[in-house]
């Protein structure tokens, strides 16, 4: 670690300084001459889309990447981090987007992970947890922070996962604590809850970095925001001074319309009936409990819930990926629950999943073979099993020009090179493509930049214009309220609430996907 | 964590292709029409490289050793020869091990692509070499019989031992690799207790030598002037590589199988039946197995040596690889092989070095085919680089 | 009576050799990396040991017991230092695990079989593929060693079973215990929260396989001082898959996979003794060999598909990716 600092300034209030930060990886400039400084004691909030920028730039505050070009000041030193290690001994920490927890660790065990004290036992060092574990629950109470340091970690829910997160910055005494992207998959209850906490940092001295889009949290929280956009800074505004739209337009760069309109509904006949639907994960757990609902032609039917409390399996039953226990699954009126998914697909189902990368696609073939991939074994794309190539590319072109799909060499590219949003056009192209009465999303805009998500968006309410069923499954609420007619709200497997999404309040859904029933 | 692909749509080579050797030598690895050449190409030259200081260490003049090494597969003229035989004969002698090493890479090859590692190869070799000669290399039953029911018992033999691994791995999850080895190791003791109890020849403690008729190989056939051994195998090698190849390309079995191998989950959710895909590859992979057994034990030798599993199951997984895993990479790559291998003997006796340095080139070729994929990576990171730094400079 | 004391010493003598093998995955796999590559590595290890013996008892007036503690050693090391090659593989180059293994073995047996005849063409004019040992001394434990049938555990102990025991008691420690074990796990379940924890997780992985090595070079060596009383190619029985196997029944967890492995001794010589007993002829032992083998197989229909690897094992670890 490399503590040769230089004085540049005795500006005391700013803590951190970015200059001139460029960063570029093999194809792509994250970062492009980013300069922010960044107060003592302020919630600092960096406001972009996705792929904007924002994590790329707070990873080599925090020692993830080293930045090209450019330097890094904590309290006027100049840095160069090489590791988190490093980073942590100026006392700065983060929250990632995606949490770094082991699951079969201990809270506690997680929380001193890389940080251990050890003791002596004769002449063998050995890992002392107890004296952490009464600190981690000193801290637990003076920041109102609810964690216990003994309960495992894979049996936390996200929002307790996220405070030990939150837990592991202050054990290491982190006076900067870098936030990315922490309300994209909490209730709005939790929201609340973490704003508050975020307040309660800030009064005690923390100085606090919020990464993220959505410009509602930083009206609510942020003294600064500082706008990205394609890896180059628009500007840096006083929260209270700027509207909502001057944000929104500044991170999109053109007039964004705040709110789609969405034609009336016009529904038709019961296409998917779900009856008592009982499923089981791979642990033997059961993880679906009995799940009635219904979906009709030209509607929309959104499940809301927070992770992990069995949306991903419902669907997956539905779709056949899944064994169902018990119940029934009626498409059309026809059991469906025995079909295999080849034969449901053929009933009408089209599934675009969640894991895009894990399920929806073959990364190592190209674009052609992914998009024929719900009809490669029939007629007139192969004949007594032999493939028809040729047939193939003529449907794969078609494709790619109704959908925009946008790739280096056509239908030839490996999908592996394409880009997320792309990636998830050619899917939705070839899903929907099917004219199924079933069309079932499940996160169908996870991790794309808002360009992309607009895109989807129409997707899905052109489906519903043909009278397409959709089965929407959704984390973000904002989605779950933007699209649905009708709202489902799961929690630990069961429907808790079932309502015209008309009559409900997103606070209302939020509380029912905390469990909070009435 | 970046999209790392952006750059890669819409034109990617809208910039002026970087230059000098490097890049050169990076775009030739990388390269979409030659690269699953070039990659295992650049490998050899690293395996010879290597070697080559090897044997330098040892003493020896490398390039005298390699060509010994060709000489004695019968790619280059000894020094001398015996009466009656010739550079045809060690052709000949070259082509009749070479078939069952390119069927034992094509089985690999098989299983491979649908995502399974069927390290068992050896031991399906060995049952099915084992039955056949049993059932009808100790019978009396005339070639035009014979060898047929030969080669239907291989492929039998071979595709229901893979059946079974297939099936094991898909019904409970076993991995393959833990229980091919276990196979393995049972047909060795098994069918070794066989020979020792009731087929051994008392003077070479191997099994009696099966009949003539059944044999895949013609022995002696006169050849311009030179007594040469003819193997059938090499023929039936050569067409279930075509064979293979156009399965996996152009059947929507065969893309079933590579979808299987891609992404188990993927295949899964477009509908494939994973478990038939994979218990059916593995049967296919064991038939040719069995093919590579019965024309190694019935072709090559005629006999069995007892709880000797043949070091070709393994070698065999170094020509896949080598062969990028595409059946006609195999091909060549289960030539090249062979030539060490088989030209070792050769190669020993002139040079004076252990004749086992064929399998440690052999393992040392396979070290860096495994790198392959890296070395591939490194020269695409390395010319985004210079792409990168292009850019930057025009802007 | 005496053919199940006899089961209960050999079976002890084997299977606490394939426990430390065991081990040996173990560690490797926790970290996150598959390691099929243990028959490679024990082979190896002997290889090493056994070359040593044989260089210090030709050249040097020790006696046999300093010798064969050295080349234990020796095996440790060796082991360690051939698995370097395989963490290289999977870490360094991103190889496929699975790939980088089976390579491993093929390479170690080649390697290991020219050495061996290269050596002994140098030492004594003589290519021979092997390396004979002295036969190591065994003890009995005074007063234990005479309880009926149980006192078997006792009597004609290897010294090698005590130090197994040993490393076995001191590898639980440092995988449970210490910062390095935590570390370990960290890295074999989620990488990228030991990276963002400060710890290096490729550092941690490289030493972890290279422990795994020496671990399996030491029962490698046992094997070759124990059923062999020789190094030759022979080492390469397939031992080291049926450590892997043991690690499997034994869900990655230490103990365990201890008594796993002492099940699996027993079963084997077992089937020996019972050959013995029902005064085959000496060609059945082939036939009573496939019996660890078998057992295995049947094992693994019953517990693979409850088995819980470690989570990131086999992913080479990136850490761009999210």
Known sequence: MSLKGTDTRPDESVIVELRHITKRFPGIVANDDVTISVKKGEIYALLGENGAGKSTLMSMLYGMYEPDHGEIYVRGKKMHFRSPAEAAEENIGMVHQHFRLVENFTVGENIVLGVETVKRVGIFPVLSMKGAYDRIRELSKSFGLEVDPEDLISELGVSARQRVEIMKMLYREAEILIFDEPTAILTPQEVEALLKIMEELRRSGKTIILITHKIEEIRKVADRCAILRRGKLIDVLKVQDASTQEMANLMVGRNVVLNAEKPAPHFGETVLEVEKLCVRNEDRVQVVRGVSLKVRAGEIFAVAGVSGNGQTELADAIAGLRKAESGSIRLMGKDISRESIRERNGSGISYIPEDRQKYGLFLDFNLRSNLCLRRYFKAPFSRQGILNEAEAERYARDLVEKYDIRSGQGTETQVRSMSGGNQQKAIVGREIEEHSPLVIFVQPTRGLDMGAIENIHRQILRERERGAAILLISLELDEVMELADTIGVIYNGQLLKTADAGSLTSHEVGRYMMGVSG | MPPRGKTLEGGRRKGKTPRGFRALFARILVSDRFGHLTVPLFCILLTLFFSGILLLLLGKNPLVSFYSFLQGSGFAKKASYGNGVGMLSDFFAFLNICAPMLLAALAFIFGYRSGLFNIGIAGQMLLSGFLATIWVGYSDLPGILARPLVLLIGMGVGALLGGCVGFLKYRFNIHEVVSTIMINYIISYVTGFYINSRYVNQISRSSNVCSGASRLTFTKVNIAGYSCSVPLGIGIAVLAALIVQFILKRTVFGFEVRAVGSNRNAALYSGVSVGRQMVLSMMISGLLAGLAGVSYYLGYTNTIIPRELCSMGYDSIATALLGSSSPIGAVFASVLITIFQNGASYMSSTVGVAREIASVITGVLLLFSACGGYFRKRAEDYLKKLEDEEGGEKA | ?322
């Open chain 3, 1 to 322: 009576m005496n053919y199940i004391e006899s089961m209960i010493t050999d079976g002890l003598a084997f299977g606490l050799p394939l426990f430390i093998m065991a081990l040996g995955g173990i560690f490797s796999e926790k970290s996150g990396v598959t390691n099929l590559a243990v028959e490679g590595f024990q082979g190896f290890g002997a290889f090493v040991g056994a070359f040593l013996a044989t260089v210090l008892s030709l050249k040097t007036p020790l006696g046999s017991q300093i010798i064969l503690y050295l080349a234990i050693a020796a095996a440790f090391l060796g082991g360690a230092l051939y698995a370097s090659l395989h963490a290289l593989l999977c870490i360094r180059f991103d190889a496929d695990q699975v790939i980088s293994g089976v390579v491993i073995n093929i390479l170690g047996v080649a390697l290991t079989t020219f050495l061996t005849s290269q050596i002994n063409g140098f030492l004594f004019g003589n290519a021979s593929n092997k390396f004979i040992l002295d036969s190591s001394f065994r003890f009995s434990v005074p007063l234990l060693s005479n309880i009926p049938i149980l006192g078997a555990v006792f009597r004609n102990i290897y010294p090698f079973e005590i130090l197994i025991l040993i490393l076995g008691l001191y590898f639980w420690y440092l995988m449970y215990k210490t910062r390095f074990g935590m570390h370990l796990r960290a890295s074999g379940e989620n990488p990228h929260a030991l990276d963002s924890a400060g710890g290096n997780v490729r550092r941690t992985r490289f030493l972890s396989v290279m422990l795994s090595g020496g671990l399996s070079g030491i029962g490698g060596m046992c094997i070759a001082y124990s059923l062999l009383l020789q190094y030759s190619p022979s080492i390469y029985l397939g031992y080291g898959y049926l450590a892997i196997a043991a690690m499997i029944f034994g869900n990655w967890n230490i103990v365990p996979t201890f008594f796993v492995c002492i099940f699996f001794g027993l079963a084997r010589a077992g089937g020996y003794q019972l050959c013995l007993f029902m005064k085959l002829s000496s060609r059945y032992t082939d036939l009573f060999m496939t019996i660890p083998y078998i057992l295995t197989l049947v094992l693994l229909v019953f517990f693979s598909k409850r088995s819980h690897p470690p989570r990131a094992a086999g992913q080479p670890y990136d850490k761009g990716e999210r």
